[in-house]
């Protein structure tokens, strides 16, 4: 499942696109993959390199880009090129990064196939034919069921299945849409009965999206050896969540209209490719935790299959400036991304291109590492004070959340994965 | 909401196709949308009549299917027809109830465009976007939840909340299908820890499955009132599961590997327009009920909302014939399907053309009458004995279950459903 450190990683290499050299999110060493519509433009298939978009299919007419996956790369659904697995998207990455690099010798006609990604409207990446919510967070389950079991917080299936739940697939946006604060039906624990309103305990959740890449059949579960090769990249998401809704409709069959008016995820599709300099091995599990069943269980997998990436949360009340809500980083995942695809389909459950995973969501340990408001405000019964005077216990109308990940490692150069970001408007 | 009666269902009506004349499912008075695909033929647009398959995309191509609605009725996947809603679906069943009807004067235009169902290779009608579980069936929540909570089986939410969940659309196959037995985490309550093999509790649920048509955005809620008319029309859904997966993987997010490596439901759409003769009061809540809220109760829709549709369960063991396992009818809904949309909907989540909602298990209170092994063998605990002495307590490696729902009322021709069949093939 390694993937090779190769000349797109080096550390020497810039870009003759000045914006990319330094960026936070989008130097050349990253190249991620997405879908965007330039000013007037249809969607198409297009790359981030610093603060602009490289237009895929712009390349593939000009005869810059060509093979099977420089097409489907070009395309205004990625679902074909995820389909295509790891071969054909190392080479338009090879290829993409050729052609940014300082020096190129195709600078004058790549150049007019830039835009200011400003400019730009950003599309879905793929048709999302399923979404599955995971539970990896560890400390997350923790804090969440230490509200409803404080003895006794997580599960007796926790330490042997990566849980998860199916959520909803027509409902996630990308970056940038607004969220519609949800009325639903909520009851407090003295009302005699319950009463449709909007929600009053409206809560953000930081995770990490998977993109599928190639897929099993039904009946056909993946190895979790072979599992890395079934995921095409990574992103970020944010399972908004109506914790007074959820709360009251959960039982007996899980979360249903407390999560599903809403999912945002971030734009751009962070490959494997771009992430390999960024794998560490899974953190060794406490004292006393079973090791994973032999089908969740890969020494690759286990000695590099886990995500070194710091991971951030930012609010921005209405007409203010984001302010640091958390931090937290990957290594708070209990389960591998590969143990997660192996579980899905270890029953025979098919993954297909584009089918999206949320991790669940990622909280530290420390009181300023949790990634939801439910944590923070210890399930509202306190408040959370933001640097600039801001107290908030849930989300109110016209906050925004900013979502954002960024690996880094000595002797590379650090990528991000953009930003997750969408505003609260008010009920209906 | 209510559906006229028109000429379409006059009891009096004849077709010159011989066989649907008395069919159990498939009389002219009801003619289901479908795909399938003809000997050697590419999938296509059809309507089901006694036992042949009119071709619609032959029908189009011959004239005798006109418009916006026939176009999308004869495609290769009908949610471009589901979204047209209820004008253009009425317009393109009477045009091909006139043709198929005794004394048609196209009779030698049409019969060549009649195939042998038998020889026919049946689709699933649609591309699937997201499929929904409810459980509404109050004696299976009530059954159910008795073998963990004897005293108090129906959680607190249940007589104001549709509860549901998010189940998994890729999985979903059409009646014929064979259903491979999943492998899985269980655990024996007396295990010290779970193992991975194939489920020893493999199960049936009796459902309906409800199609949407032209659905909501993001935000927008669909109204009580106009819930029906999301509704392109009805089937049958055997919603298999893996009791002891399930039981050890759902605490705390719901089911997830315990029903997500197959769905079955029936290749028919049987359309409000054929059901508008058996739609029935809902049944009166039991005194003590608390009424709907608001946004669930509709005048018209507790009047005439429900289905009077009688539903059965068949068992063929392996090499054997079917045997009745369970009857059981659509009454036993707590909520109406109109309900259940508007629930769907009530936080902003949107539906789209070609999604599937699952009415949940609809068990009767009778012992013959429950829609799952798990009742019928009371979690197991007793013997389910076929009338050919086949004994059961969960499904074994070649049992075949038959699904089937059948509409009658004194002065209408009945109609049925079809079937959805399902073969057990043993886990790899």
Known sequence: MTTAIDETHDPALRSWVESANGHPHFPIQNLPFGV???????????????????????????GLLTGAGGQAAAASRLNGFLAL????RREVRRAVSALLAAGSPRLSMVLPLLHKAADCTMHLPCAIGDYTDF??????????????????PLMP??????????????????????????????????????????SARLDFELELAVWMGPGNTLGDPIAIGDA???????????????????????????????KNFSTSVSCWIVTPEAL???????????????????YL????????????????????PAGGTPQPLAHSHARHMYWTPAQMVA??????????????????????????????LLELSEGGRRTVRLADGTERRFLEDGDEVILSARAHRDGFVSIGFGECRGTITPAM
Chains 1, 2 share one sequence.
């Open 36 to 62: 965007f519509s330039p000013p007037g433009g249809a969607p198409r298939g297009g790359v981030a390199i610093g603060d602009s978009i490289l237009d895929l299919a712009g390349l593939v007419s000009a």
């Open 85 to 88: 697995g790891a071969g054909p």
């Open 135 to 152: 539970y990896v967070g560890i400390h997350h389950a923790t804090n969440g069921g230490r509200l409803f079991r404080p003895d006794n």
């Open 157 to 198: 299936n926790y330490k042997y299945v990566p849980v998860a739940y199916h959520s909803r697939a027509s409902s996630v946006r990308p970056s940038g849409a607004t969220v519609r604060r949800p009325k639903g039906q909520t009851k407090a624990p003295d009302d005699a009965a319950p009463v449709y309103r909007p």
């Open 228 to 258: 890395a090769d079934h995921i095409a990249g990574y992103g970020l998401l944010n399972d908004w969540s109506a914790r007074d809704i959820q709360a009251w409709e959960a039982a007996p069959l899980g979360p249903f209209l407390g």
């Open 276 to 294: 390999a300099p960024f794998r560490m091995a899974q953190p060794a599990r406490p004292a006393g935790d079973p090791p994973p069943l032999p």
């Open 297 to 316: 269980f890969d020494a690759a997998d286990q000695a590099s299959g886990a995500l070194d990436l710091d991971l951030a949360v930012h609010l921005a």
């Open 343 to 372: 579980h899905h389909t270890c029953g025979g459950c098919d993954l297909h291109p584009g089918d999206l995973l949320g991790t669940g969501t990622i909280s530290g340990i420390e009181p300023d590492s949790l990634g939801s």
